[in-house]
């Protein structure tokens, strides 16, 4: 078999949401893009998530991500009348704004109290949001059921169709010249010339930058290019149920009906490495609370469940970096490919295509806030 | 299109299929039942709008999405034809009353 040897400006390494929406935004700024992807066995969060373009509770303990994520909202609109207008595929983008539906009183004091710190915070992003009582969640939602106690609301969350999102992201990059190949396991990435050499199995590729975007597997990737990347896969379930007739206006954190017909309910969280196993423990326990929020669910066929992988930094939060040691080696990761998906591909993708990620934007995104000593 | 096979006579029952009187054969699935009754397209797809009949008769494909008493989105080549049986082919998706 004959080596196979590329040369790209940019090397995007991931074929996910993040690394197609940085893809997508470098390739329609006339950059040549080569995407290495991994095949059908990667872990693929892109594939298993939960497609909320969600603002509302972003941001506690960073409110650079508040402003980061509102703008990305801000900005889908017109990123999904983009990709509708290159690629013919309507990715069903809407922003009803969204609901957190509590179940107890407690649960409504918990969920006002951490919004308040959240917006308290010093340089958070205005936006509007409220505290709903059981009346007024009723005159909105007339289908909750009894045990309902109240809601946050944000005008701001939406949802999207995020299997075709990565779909036309895909077809959009490769309209514009980039070069998809999967299968293209990156074993070793070495700077040279001024540019870096991709190993992979069968052959290798040159690049004058390189754009981490491989999820979890950033963390391997990461330290061949001095770039320090602690992402850790955490797991999330997801039960998704029949099609049905559309009944549900608004997209809950915990549940949504798809453009299709179906609903999807999820929101847990485990500690559980690479297991992609699902727990009927866990997607019971996600199916009561659903159907104690919405009553006539508990009729409904539920016809799939999955387990998939979140890409967790130590905090949560994002993480952009240009690596200091190895320049034009760029990492982007983060557990909210869909919501970011409109500024990774109209902001960031600009950004890398200049060669720099200003202070201002990106510097709380560096991964330096993991090594602050504790004490100053 | 569908011919049965020459065994021996099977009693028949009586259901509705859209609404009129069909005699069906005991046992048979309310898939065979349809396709017996010579209704070829057993519902229109929730998402395309497209005709679709019963295609793999074993719970498998779902193509053979019908309303069964009232209920949506029954595999009709799983469920039993029973005496009384309201058979709808079924338009789209299923309506969930709330």
Known sequence: ?376 | MFRRLPDTDVPTIEVTIDGRGARVRAGDTVAAALISAGVLASRVADVSGAPRAPYCMMGVCFECLVTVDGVGNRQGCLVPVVPGMRIETQRGKREVDL
């Open chain 1, 1 to 376: 078999m004959s080596r196979e040897l590329r040369e790209a400006d940019v090397a995007v390494v991931g074929g996910g949401l993040v690394g197609a929406a940085v893809a997508w935004g470098l390739a329609r700024l006339g950059t040549r893009v080569v995407v290495l992807d991994e095949g059908d066995v990667a872990f693929r969060a892109s594939r298993g998530n939960f497609a909320l373009v969600w603002v509302q509770s972003k941001g506690l303990g960073m409110p650079e991500y508040a402003a980061w994520t509102k703008l990305s909202s801000d900005l889908w609109g017109q990123f999904a009348r983009r990709l509708a207008d290159e690629t013919g595929l309507d990715v069903a983008f809407r922003r009803p704004g969204g609901f957190h539906l509590c179940l107890s009183e407690r649960e409504v004091e918990n969920r006002a109290a951490m919004l308040k710190r959240l917006h308290n915070q010093p340089g958070i992003v205005k936006y509007d949001y409220e505290m709903l009582d059981a009346a007024q969640v009723r005159a909105m939602l007339p289908q909750v059921g009894p045990e309902v106690a109240g809601a946050s609301f944000c005008p701001l969350d939406g949802h999207v169709n995020s299997l075709r999102l990565l779909r036309a992201l895909h077809a959009g990059m490769q309209q514009h010249g980039a070069t998809y190949l999967a299968d293209h396991v990156v074993e070793r990435i070495e700077p040279r010339g001024g540019g870096f050499r991709l190993a992979i199995r069968c052959g290798e590729v040159r690049a004058g930058k390189i754009v981490l975007a491989a999820g979890n597997g950033n963390a391997r990737l990461g330290p061949m290019v001095g770039l320090d990347v602690p992402v850790r896969p955490q797991r999330g379930q997801i039960i998704v149920t029949e099609k049905v007739a559309p009944f549900l206006d608004y997209p809950i954190v915990t549940i949504r009906q798809t453009d299709e017909g179906s609903v999807m309910i999820g929101d847990s969280v485990e500690e559980a490495g690479w297991d992609t196993t699902v727990g009927a423990g866990v997607v019971s326990a996600e199916a009561e609370r659903a159907v104690r929020m919405f009553p006539h669910l508990a009729r409904l066929n539920v016809v799939r469940t999955w387990a998939a992988l979140r890409v967790m930094t130590p905090d949560g939060f994002p993480l952009y970096q240009q690596s200091v040691g190895s320049p034009g080696a760029f990492v982007a990761t983060c557990h909210s490919g869909v919501t970011l998906a409109a500024v990774h591909a109209l902001v960031l993708a600009p950004a890398i295509a200049r060669g720099e990620l200003p202070a201002e934007q990106y510097g709380a995104f560096s991964p330096r806030r993991f090594h602050v000593p504790a004490t100053a």
